[in-house]
Antibody, heavy 119, light 107 residues
Framework: HVQLQESGPIVVQPSETLSLTCTVS????????WNWIRQPPGQGLEWIGY???????NYNPSLESRVTMSVDTSKNQFFLKLDSVAAADTAVYYC?????????????WGQGTKVTVSS | ALRMAQSPSSLSASTGDRVTITCRAS??????LAWYQQKPGKAPNLLVY???TVQSGVPSRFSGSGSATDFTLTINCLQSEDFATYYC?????????FGQGTKLEIK
């Protein structure tokens, strides 16, 4: 069965770039949309954006100026970069698979990685 | 952006109870509504999508209903493992957005 695993630095300095990788195992990336979602401490969920297996992206307008997502299907990985981070970007970051092209819901999630923005 | 409002924000109940959580959208979203369960320190788990389609593997005590702007998640005969936080999500339009969550606690 498909599993997702996030990886990357757990502490990022203010104004630097947050970079995360999500590794997909147990299945193909083809034909799926791959998403990033975050959750600040004690708060709700915020959709950051997705990257289609072909490389097409769609970002939340609230973060669009700072976000870049990409995919490497040969390595079964997709990536998140968030520029110019601040304390408000401290959160648990999840990668998640979209169920299918019609149902834009998230059926498989990584365990999440907590990223703290701090000097 | 389209806003999702859940009520109540917290709820106390006992095992065996039937509970209902409500989600209201700021505009008509047809049936493009999903529900998730999240336990502390864990990723959310998809329960219901398309307002009323229960995800494979989810117990039958969970059900969803509604359309347009008003939706409900019902849990029949609460079990101990159901005490968690529940989120609704709209996928009618970008950006996808979530409700603020409903924390279901043991009475």
């Amino acid at each position: 069965h498909v599993q997702l695993q996030e990886s990357g630095p757990i502490v990022v300095q203010p104004s630097e770039t947050l970079s995360l990788t999500c590794t997909v195992s147990g299945g193909s990336m083809s034909s799926y949309y791959w998403n990033w979602i975050r959750q600040p401490p004690g708060q709700g969920l915020e959709w950051i954006g997705y990257v289609f297996y072909s490389g097409t992206t769609n970002y939340n307008p609230s973060l669009e100026s700072r976000v870049t997502m990409s995919v490497d299907t040969s390595k079964n990985q997709f990536f998140l970069k968030l520029d110019s981070v601040a304390a408000a970007d401290t959160a648990v970051y999840y990668c998640a698979r979209q169920l299918n092209s019609a149902s834009k819901v998230f059926d498989i999630w990584g365990q999440g990685t907590k990223v703290t923005v701090s000097s | 952006a389209l806003r999702m409002a859940q009520s109540p924000s917290s709820l106390s109940a006992s095992t065996g109870d039937r509970v209902t959580i409500t989600c209201r959208a700021s505009q008509d979203i047809s049936s493009y509504l999903a529900w998730y369960q999240q336990k502390p320190g864990k990723a959310p788990n998809l329960l219901v999508y398309a307002a009323s389609t229960v995800q494979s593997g989810v117990p039958s005590r969970f059900s969803g209903s509604g359309s347009a702007t008003d939706f409900t998640l019902t849990i029949n005969c609460l079990q101990s493992e159901d005490f968690a936080t529940y989120y609704c999500q709209q996928y009618y339009t970008f950006p996808y957005s979530f409700g603020q969550g409903t924390k279901l606690e043991i009475k």
